[in-house]
């Protein structure tokens, strides 16, 4: 039984996109979401988990990381493609050099951006969701 099984069973009442939304992520983790879709909830999760440095770290020891970042650039705004290529350069950096003050600072700050502007990835994952069927 997943995770949106046990929502259904419980006796908390969810909203129907709060269940659509509960089912996409269920889906996401039994691997069965669409590209670009997928990507982007990868992207959104290990940001929200651990920033840039985890998610490039990630997906570069699991996956292709150009092809991830070839694919989001497919779906995210300018803003957020801009961001996203500044984060990797500055991973790159602290990659050769454990330790580089100014990389660290550029992760950190795009990461915040990616914090400030996480409502456009939300909204872009919630009418995916929205076309689930219960």
Same mark, same amino acid.
């Given at each position: 039984?997943?995770?949106?099984?046990?929502?259904?069973?419980?006796?908390?009442?969810?909203?129907?996109?709060?269940?659509?939304?509960?089912?996409?992520?269920?889906?996401?983790?039994?691997?069965?979401?669409?590209?670009?879709?997928?990507?982007?909830?990868?992207?959104?999760?290990?940001?929200?988990?651990?920033?840039?440095?985890?998610?490039?770290?990630? *997906?570069?020891?699991? %996956? =292709?990381?150009?092809? @991830?970042?070839?694919?989001?650039? &497919?779906?995210?705004?300018? #803003?957020?493609? $801009?961001?996203?290529?500044?984060?990797?350069?500055?991973?790159?950096?602290?990659?050769?050099?454990?330790?580089?003050?100014?990389?660290?600072?550029? *992760?950190?700050?795009? %990461? =915040?951006?990616?914090? @400030?502007?996480?409502?456009?990835? &939300?909204?872009?994952?919630? #009418?995916?969701? $929205?076309?689930?069927?219960?």
């Amino acid at each position: 039984m997943g995770l949106f099984d046990l929502f259904k069973k419980k006796k908390v009442k969810l909203t129907e996109d709060q269940l659509k939304r509960n089912k996409m992520w269920a889906l996401w983790t039994e691997g069965e979401v669409e590209s670009p879709y997928a990507e982007l909830m990868t992207y959104q999760g290990e940001i929200n988990n651990g920033g840039h440095s985890q998610y490039f770290c990630n *997906i570069k020891n699991n %996956d =292709d990381l150009s092809k @991830e970042m070839s694919i989001l650039e &497919n779906i995210l705004s300018d #803003k957020l493609i $801009d961001n996203l290529h500044k984060a990797y350069k500055a991973y790159l950096i602290l990659e050769e050099n454990e330790y580089d003050e100014k990389a660290e600072e550029i *992760i950190e700050q795009c %990461d =915040d951006t990616f914090y @400030e502007n996480e409502e456009e990835i &939300n909204n872009k994952l919630q #009418k995916y969701a $929205d076309k689930i069927q219960l």
